[in-house]
């Protein structure tokens, strides 16, 4: 291999590395929340812009996870999880459409 | 025995019955009673919730009983399998006689209506009939239960229900 070659291979390298390195930096977090006992627990989370929030019910009956800006509308069969993904900061009130007292806010960040 | 005493009371004054005569005056119901009682009133807003998907054309109120059959389906299967689990014969008793009489009633009452009367009639009932099982929960059956595990499924199904109750309220609010 000649030193021309070997450039060319860092070039390649960095250029992976870049590609590779700029969304994990970057990278989204998943925020879980628990749906048991008709409560969304915790009932407030933080997020950033492109983070998804995960609902997981632990519950027999269905509920939803219902944005009250209609920005979402997921729907969490028993024993299931459902998710969003968060695109624009600002707090998001949401709340199950079956059983309107639940109810849960994420707050959303660039 | 006060709750159950309300909550017959509060069927009756509703379902425009009389002469009721209500039985759950004797001791605290026995959790083999308190499993029939709570059997039997799913059943009743289940059926209910059936007649509401065959006569409305609201879609609020079509959305809403779909949301009680699934609902209570899921509840009585629970309280079914914990039944067996537990070896509970759900017995018969004069709350849960009481309960079907006065649900007769309504459904007879209910079956006249049609339209944005039937749409009203029913909501108000889903209103009034969830806060009466709610307090009957609440304040007698929750606190005579015996078994923890029926304890806690009550406690869960309380929830649901008081659920049931705000959604009713703003399904029949929006009629107004």
């Given amino acids: 291999m000649t030193g021309g070659g070997g450039r060319r291979w860092a070039c390649v390298a960095l250029a992976l590395a870049g590609v590779l390195l700029l ?8 925020i879980t929340v628990q749906v048991a006992k008709l409560t969304f627990v915790p009932a ?26 209609k920005s979402f509308d997921v729907s969490l069969a028993p024993g ?3 998710s969003v993904v968060v695109k624009r900061a600002g707090e ?11 109810k849960g806010t994420i707050e959303v960040t660039e | 025995m006060k709750a159950l005493r309300r909550l ?30 709570a059997y039997t009133a799913d059943n009743i807003d289940i ?46 008793n004069p709350t849960s006689e009481a309960l079907l009489k006065q649900a007769d009633a309504t459904r007879a009452h209910l079956a006249t209506l049609k339209g944005a009367a039937f749409d009203k009639a029913y909501a108000d009932n889903e209103v009034a009939y969830h806060h009466a099982v709610n307090t009957a929960l609440e304040t007698t059956l929750i606190p005579a239960a015996q078994n923890a595990e029926l304890k806690d499924l009550l406690t869960t199904g309380l929830k649901i229900f008081k659920g049931h109750e705000e959604h009713a309220r703003m399904v029949a609010g929006e009629l107004k």
């Avoid at chain 2, 017959?8 to 209500?22: I, K, N, Q, R």
């Avoid at chain 2, 009983?65 to 018969?92: G, S, T």
Wanted: charged letters at 25%.
């Fill in chain 1, 92 to 102: 998001i009130a949401y709340s199950c459409r079956f059983h309107p007292m639940m």
């Fill in chain 1, 23 to 30: 969304p994990a930096m970057a990278a989204a977090e998943t």
């Fill in chain 2, 8 to 37: 017959s009371v509060a069927l009756a004054g509703l379902m425009l019955t009389t002469g009721l005569s209500l039985a759950a005056d004797a001791a605290k119901p026995t959790d083999p009673q308190i499993a029939h009682i």
């Fill in chain 1, 80 to 82: 299931k999880t459902g």
């Fill in chain 2, 47 to 92: 059926a209910a919730a059936k007649l509401a998907l065959e006569t409305s054309k609201n879609k609020a109120v079509q959305d809403f009983a779909k949301d009680m059959v699934r609902d209570h389906e899921a509840v009585n299967k629970q309280a079914l399998a914990l039944a067996a689990k537990l070896k509970i014969k759900p017995e018969d």
């Fill in chain 1, 44 to 69: 407030s989370v933080t997020a950033k812009v492109g983070d998804t929030i995960e609902w997981v019910n632990d519950d027999f009956v269905a509920h939803t996870a219902t944005a009250a800006d």
